[in-house]
Every structure is written in structure tokens, then in C-alpha cells.
């Protein structure tokens, strides 16, 4: 029996950590090339969820809206985090501990006006496909493959994008080198701006595919945001792959923890071990050492 338990939270672990892994990558873009610490970003994650619930609440299952959620909501929240990064973070970039503050600031801003404007109680999404399959001796939901699936594409197709395109590269290089791209005529506002809504919409597609797994309410994000800080620190600032790793691995780690202490306990383990990591490495397990 314990075994089918470790092996259910292994799985629980793995879908749990690419839809981490998907919201880390966006807020590790957003700080490698902005360098700016996104404090709000797991509150873009809370918006990705809400509108999703949103769009539910409202349509139902016509015309398979949740579907179509995956696809809206995202670039909602893409063209709000361009808005952002144009009206709000611009003029402070440069400046890490203001950036901070503002992002903080927005923070508690979309966390009192979702409460505000949907209440505080939490509010559960049935998944749209409602089948199980027999896993380990329990009944698994398919949905939580889906989600899987969805993180793991996206998770892809942002790898695609930035290995793939004219934009991409340019985006790759304003992260190397910001004076010789602008030297260059990279349209490095243009790039930043983007790049912003690159990282916002990612994390709501997270928020959305996770919607039928978790509760949804306003404090979701906070809940997400530590999580997500420490897949980043420990896969590297600014290694994707490593962020991608670590998110996956955190989440092992706390699911199969779980098992045999609270899952308070089990967070807390996540903390001590990075601290650990940077101690010993403290540019991260999967960055290679610099001479």
C-alpha cells in the first residue's frame, strides 16, 4: 500500500512540476532579460485561473469553452503583461529594489480586487474530461495527463520559439549582451515589452490548465510564488532547462515527502533544501561552474 502511495504522489509530483516548470520559465525570462523580480507573478497565475473559472461560470461547457479558455485567457493576460511592462515597470527597470516594491504593489492590487469582485470563498472547476483510469490501486483522473500534456507542449513550443525565430533570437540576444543588441538595432523596448507578456501568459495558462486540480481564489497566488521562486533559484537565474528540471524535482520531492509528514513539513523541507543548494551551489544545481 505504501508503495502505491509513493508511486501516486511520484505522478502527482510530475504533473505538479511541469505546471510549475511553466510558470518558473516566465518568471525566469522575465528576470534574465529585464532583471526585474516579479513578485506579482504568482498572481498572474491567480488571473490566468479566475478568468478561466470565469469563462466557465459564465458559457458552462458550450462549445467546449474550457478549450477555448487555453487559448484566450493566455493572450489576455500576454497584452496585459505588455501593459504592464510599458505603463507601470519601464521607467524603474534599472532600479531592482523599486521594481520590487511595484511589483509587490500590483501584487496586493489583483489580489484585493479578485476578492473584491468574486469573494473570498474558493471556488472548484469540474475537469472537462471527467474519466478515470485505474493507477497505482486508486482511481486517477485523465484530466491531470491533459494537464500534463498541456504544460509539456507549451513548455516546448516556448523552447521552439526562442530557438525558432527571428524574435526569439533577438530576445536570446538582448539577454547576452543589451549595449550591443541596442548597438545593433534590436528593438530592445519592443523586446522587453514582449518578453513580459511572454512571461504573463504562460503563467496563465498554468493557472487555467490547473484550474480542475486546485481550488481557485485569490490567494492561490502566494500560495504558487514560493514554489516557483525556488525552482528558479535552484535550476539556475536564467537557465530555462535547469528551471525546468528543478520545478520538476521540487515537486517530486514535496509529493513523495508528503507521504510520510504534513504537507506543511513538506514545503518546509523545499526551503532547507535550497538553502542547501546555495550554499554548495549557489549558481544553481544545474548551471555548470565558471573558473
Known sequence: MIWDLLMLQAMNGLVWGLIIALIALGLSIIFGLLDIVNVAHGELFMLGAVLGWTSITVFGWVYGIFWFSLLIVP????????????WVLRKIEDNASLSIVATFGLSLIFQEAVRATFGAAPKRVLPPIETT?????????????????????AIAGLFLYLHKTQFGTWM??????????????????????????????LAALGGVAATPITTVEFTIGTQMLPTTFIAVIIGGLGNLLGTVAAAILVSEMVGIASVFMTPTAATVLSLVFM?????????????RRRR
Open 133 to 153: 483510469v485505474r493507477l497505482f490501486g486508486f482511481d486517477y483522473s485523465t484530466y491531470r495527463f491533459v494537464a500534463a500534456a498541456i504544460a509539456a507542449v
Open 275 to 287: 538553502a542547501v543548494v546555495l550554499q554548495v551551489r549557489p549558481e544553481g544545481l544545474f548551471t
Open 75 to 86: 493572450f489576455i493576460l500576454f497584452v496585459f503583461g505588455m501593459g504592464i511592462e510599458r
Open 172 to 201: 536570446r540576444a538582448v539577454r547576452q549582451d543589451r549595449e550591443m543588441a541596442t548597438a545593433m538595432g534590436i528593438p530592445t523596448d519592443k523586446i522587453f515589452m514582449v518578453t513580459f507578456g511572454v512571461g504573463a501568459g
